[in-house]
């Protein structure tokens, strides 16, 4: 399994490709549960958009704002709170949020896959306890969580997205399949691929930028960009900045 998630770096020259004139983006990667984290990247792009020309700048998240990290529930709370707000952020829904969903729509084998991959510490987050964690079979937890996640929450990841493209970019959660144009390309693919997709060497319809997969550092390749560094472990949450033909980097690594 960790042999999965975790992928070795290799160098490689920064992509080409840009955003049209007047857009400014800031993509977030996996935050995994890591509300501390999220509030000092978030307080780094603020002070980084203001240093900057003003523009119409917007947050993408990547996905996966919950499971592993102790604080999923108020991951959750805080980018709704976020959606509400002045600032434009849009949300690409991660193979986790889609489990978490299907688990509370009754989905019994869903439930138990989402305790294996993190769920615990999710369900946790949302004030059920350890004891009536560990004492509750599947269907009584499962009461436990309709009883104890807000309406406001389901239905806000109900509204995430699969797939964003503004510009040469592309903006997915996993990845997408190769050979396959972006309009056609599997909801499970965008949430859920991995090999396929990070083992093809020639480029994509668009550069994609995406998350699932764990790297030390941001992954650069000619054809793809990759964000998630592994926050719910090694305190690293990490943004990428786009304008124009610029790319620049905005991690929490200093703080953890």
């Known amino acids: 399994m960790i042999g999965k998630l975790f992928r070795r770096r290799s160098p490689a020259p920064m992509p080409a490709g840009s955003l049209p004139a007047g857009q400014r983006i800031y993509a977030i990667g996996d935050i995994h549960g890591r509300v501390d984290l999220l509030d000092t990247l978030l307080a780094k792009i603020e002070a980084d958009d203001a240093s900057r020309a003003p523009s119409a700048s917007q947050i993408i998240f990547l996905g996966d704002l919950i499971d592993r990290g102790p604080s999923s529930a108020q991951v959750v709370e805080r980018a ?93 959660h996993a990845g997408v399949r190769p050979g396959q144009a972006l309009e056609s390309q599997r909801v499970s693919d965008l949430r859920w691929i991995r090999h396929e997709f990070l083992d093809h060497r020639d480029g994509f319809e668009k550069i994609i930028v995406h998350g699932h ?38 991690d929490t690594a200093i703080e953890a």
Not at 215 to 240: C, P
Request: with cysteine; proline share 2%; glycine share 10%.
């Open 80 to 172: 709704l709170q976020m959606a509400e707000g002045p600032r434009r952020c849009r949300f690409l829904l991660g193979n986790h949020e889609e489990v978490f969903l299907r688990a509370l729509g009754g989905d019994l084998k869903a439930l138990a896959f989402f305790v294996r991959i993190g769920g615990r510490e999710t369900i946790l987050s949302y004030a059920i306890s350890e004891e009536d964690y560990r004492n509750s079979d599947f269907p009584e937890l499962h009461a436990l969580l309709v009883e104890r996640v807000p309406e406001s929450h389901r239905t806000f990841l109900e509204s995430f997205e699969d797939l964003i493209v503004l510009g040469d970019f592309a903006f997915v």
């Open 213 to 250: 997969t764990i790297f030390d550092e941001v992954e650069l390749r000619q054809h793809r960009i990759g964000l998630d560094t592994g926050a719910y472990s090694s305190g690293k949450l990490t943004a990428m900045g786009f304008e124009g033909q610029q790319r620049w980097v905005l």
